[in-house]
């Protein structure tokens, strides 16, 4: 799949468990934990995108599908903080 931007790292808060659901967590929340996770956008195959997220630990993933990658920023920026400008967009392949 092609990928489009990429965070290596970023800590955010989470509440839940690895496999029995999880999602992100308000600031305030004092049983939220911090973890650091890798975010990608990529391609769903298609012509739409995919919004890709594991901790860095392995222990957490999910992804959402959206039909523009600007559907896909704009989520990773309502659930996460991620603001469009740290994203890094990977060099483009021949």
């Not at 092609?2 to 509440?15: D, G, N, P, W």
């Not at 995108?49 to 600007?70: I, K, N, P």
């Amino acid at each position: 799949m092609k990928s489009y931007a990429i965070l290596e790292s970023r800590v955010v808060r989470i509440l839940g468990h690895p496999n029995s659901g999880w999602s992100p967590a308000d600031l305030d929340d004092d049983n939220a934990l911090e973890l650091a996770f890798r975010f990608e956008i990529t391609s769903d195959g298609n012509k739409n995108f995919l919004l890709v997220y594991q901790s860095l630990d392995g222990r957490y993933a999910a992804d959402s599908w959206h039909e523009t990658e600007e559907e896909a920023l704009a989520c990773a920026e309502e659930l996460f903080g991620i603001a469009p400008s740290e994203w890094v967009r990977p060099e483009p392949t021949l």
